[in-house]
């Protein structure tokens, strides 16, 4: 194995575990760089915003 199919390899699980807005700030990738990877790794997160907007956040922690 060669160091870029590790790299690729961290890349695909990063990308389908957070946001591609999180993923390019974190790796300094573009916005349209991250959403491509997101993609690849099965993960496109189209319904992110909407799922978070669905769930009520509680911001009383009592």
């Known amino acids: 194995m060669q ?3 590790y790299r690729e390899s ?4 990063l990308a ?3 946001p591609p807005a999180v993923t390019a ?3 300094g990738l573009s916005h349209q760089a991250a959403h ?3 993609v690849l ?10 799922g ?6 509680d ?3 009592s």
Do not use: I, Q
Not at 41 to 50: D, E
Not at 52 to 57: E, I, M, T, Y
């Open 3 to 5: 160091p870029s199919d």
């Open 10 to 13: 961290a890349l695909l699980h």
């Open 16 to 18: 389908g575990s957070l």
């Open 25 to 27: 700030d974190l790796l």
């Open 36 to 38: 491509r990877w997101s």
């Open 41 to 50: 790794a099965g993960r496109p997160w189209g319904t992110y915003v909407a």
């Open 52 to 57: 978070r907007l669905a769930r009520p956040v």
């Open 59 to 61: 911001r009383d922690p």
